[in-house]
């Protein structure tokens, strides 16, 4: 019998749904119900039955060939654009995705019957992709001055230009939140928080939550801090984020927060956006667009193009972070593991090394 044609596509879908369904869980936390577990089980056994339409062997619908060329699929072309362009996918992404599809074929393989995967597991005879050696991502301390600068101005970005907005006073775009972009940027730099994370903070999180308490305390953090791994972990936040929370709480979010059905998020999605959340929470993407915007605002003011950002990532201001804490606590492995929410012996490493401009220095007078 001819082997079966490759269908890189549906086992790509697969693997989105049980990254997304069962291993990532809801956004309360929470694991995935058994329910939809049995539901992804549906989705092999339409697989099989498709190719069983088609004339072939229903025991080779999954097959460690198919496992390996849609991992080869999402290396080459796995992400894809608004647009419908595509683009190779990072190899610790793929990785990641081939070990989700790899915990619901053996959840599969435990509970359902022997008949479904007669080969056994195909994921166990597909190999990882090699990863590159970790990218050194943290920013020179004169970049993270300037990028401060930009943040602190930044309200004048935001501001209507035109004739007809002369003499009435500083207005600004109805969907622009400067003060929380602001506060965003500082929580980024000094708590090294992932994006995700960033969005899934809620108010009561921040002790303390309210702006002139903020003002006035010598500390403050954010308590259960949900990290990847299901981790809980307390974030300490530094004077500047504090300062830049306590003008957004005071100033705009009150605002957001009434358009909202329950406004438990810490950081709101503008009110005058029609395709915002009921509850108003922000997406990880909307993280993404508002540090890229600093990161051209900061290059269009830096005339020295050694000192250019290029495209500013959310991840960058993690880097930087956990750097500046690996000095400063003479590269204390837990402190790291505790602040960071991360014990991967690879990446851990890469946050001791220094940014370029750092690691020139060293040897510039030997």
């Known amino acids: 019998m001819s082997p079966p044609e490759v269908d890189a596509g549906r086992l790509s879908r697969l693997a989105a749904r049980a990254r997304s369904a069962v291993l990532v869980g809801r956004e309360d936390g929470r694991p995935a119900p058994l329910v939809e577990v049995a539901g992804l089980l549906l989705v092999i056994l339409t697989f099989s039955r498709l190719h069983a339409a088609a004339g072939k062997d229903v025991a ?4 460690a060939r198919e496992v390996a060329a849609w991992r080869d699929h999402l290396a080459a072309a796995g992400n894809v654009s608004r647009d419908g362009k595509a683009a190779p996918m990072a190899a610790a992404t793929v990785n990641n995705h081939l070990a989700h599809l790899s915990a619901l074929f053996s959840w599969i393989a435990t509970h359902a019957s022997a008949e479904v995967l007669r080969h056994g597991d195909p994921t166990k005879k597909v190999a990882p992709l090699r990863l590159p050696a970790p ?6 301390a004169a970049q993270v ?3 401060k600068n930009v943040v602190d101005r930044i ?3 935001h501001e209507l ?7 009435t006073g500083p207005r600004l775009h109805a969907h622009a939140r ?8 500082y929580l980024l730099f000094g708590t090294g928080l992932r994006r995700a994370e960033v969005v899934a ?6 002790q303390p939550a309210d702006p002139e308490q903020l003002r006035r305390a010598k500390t403050a953090c954010l308590v259960g801090v949900r990290g990847k791994g299901r981790t809980n972990r307390t974030v300490f936040v530094g004077r500047d984020a504090r300062l830049a929370l306590a003008d957004y709480l005071e100033a705009e979010r009150l605002g957001d927060a009434a358009a909202s059905t329950s406004p438990t998020a810490l950081f709101l999605a503008a009110a005058s956006i029609a395709a915002r959340r009921p509850d108003g929470r922000m997406s990880p993407r909307s993280i993404n667009t508002i540090v890229e915007q600093i990161g051209r605002l900061h290059d269009a003011q830096i005339s020295d193009p050694g000192r250019k950002l290029g495209r500013l990532r959310p991840h960058d201001a993690r880097h930087t972070f956990a750097f500046e804490l690996s000095q400063r606590s003479s590269h204390n492995r837990a402190e790291l593991e505790r602040r960071l ?3 991967n012996d690879r990446y851990l490493r890469v946050y001791t090394n220094p940014p370029d401009e750092v690691a020139a220095g060293y040897v510039e007078d030997m």
């Open 135 to 140: 990218e050194v991502r943290a920013l020179a």
């Open 201 to 206: 903070l809620d108010l009561e999180q921040l």
């Open 60 to 63: 080779a619908a999954a097959t």
């Open 145 to 147: 001055r300037t990028v």
């Open 178 to 185: 400067p003060l929380r972009d602001r506060a965003i940027v």
């Open 341 to 343: 929410g991360h014990a």
């Open 155 to 157: 309200e004048t970005f």
């Open 161 to 167: 230009k035109g004739r007809r907005h002369r003499g």
